[in-house]
C-alpha cells in the first residue's frame, strides 16, 4: 500500500508534554508500522515505559533530546538515529531551552496508534498552547497504557 502526507495534513494530537502529528496511520501501512512527528518543548517527554510489542525507533529533525534506553542515556542530536528494541524500558525528555522536532516509528504498528487517540486530544493547530497535565490525563493515560500492553515505570531516582 503506497501513499503520499503534505505537509501539515496528518492527524494532530496534543498532550501536556507534547505534540503528535500521525505521519502514516496503521490503516495506512496495512499494520506494518506507524511513523509520528514530535514537537517536544522543553521538559516534555514520556514517562519512562516499556512497549512489550513494538520496536520504537527516533530520528531527530531539529533541536536535542535526551533519550534513556535501558541503562544508556543518549544525548541525540539534529541527524541522530535511535532505536528500541521491545521490551526495553526507555524514556526522552527535551532537557533543552528549545522544541525539539522528530519522527518516530513503532514496528509493527499493532494497537500503539489507538493508545495515542485515546491518551491525547485532536486539534487541528500544532501550536495551540499545550494542555496542562492533570489528574484525570494521567488516568486515561495509564488506563490507555493498560490496554495497549504499554509498561508505564516509575521514574528514576534522584
Do not use: C, W
Request: hydrophobic share 35%; glycine share 8%; net charge negative.
Amino acid at each position: 500500500m503506497s501513499f503520499f502526507r503534505a505537509t501539515d495534513t496528518g492527524t494532530i494530537l496534543m498532550g501536556p508534554g507534547d505534540v503528535y502529528t500521525i505521519l502514516a496511520s496503521s490503516a495506512e501501512t496495512g499494520g506494518d508500522y506507524i511513523a509520528l512527528e514530535a514537537l517536544v518543548p522543553p521538559d516534555g517527554g514520556p514517562p519512562p515505559h516499556i512497549h512489550h510489542d513494538q520496536i520504537e525507533t527516533f530520528f531527530i529533525l531539529e533541536g536535542e533530546m535526551e533519550i534513556t534506553v535501558g541503562d544508556q542515556v543518549y544525548e541525540a542530536k539534529a541527524g541522530d538515529f535511535v532505536h528500541v528494541s521491545k521490551g526495553t524500558p526507555h524514556n526522552f525528555i527535551n532537557r533543552s531551552r528549545n522544541t525539539t522536532k522528530m519522527v518516530f516509528t513503532f514496528v509493527p504498528a499493532g494497537d500503539i496508534e489507538e493508545f495515542f487517540r485515546e491518551s491525547f486530544k485532536e486539534t487541528t493547530d500544532r501550536h495551540a498552547p499545550l494542555e496542562p497535565l492533570t489528574d484525570a490525563f494521567i488516568q486515561r493515560m495509564l488506563e490507555s497504557a493498560d490496554r495497549h500492553d504499554i509498561e508505564i515505570l516509575p521514574p528514576p531516582e534522584g
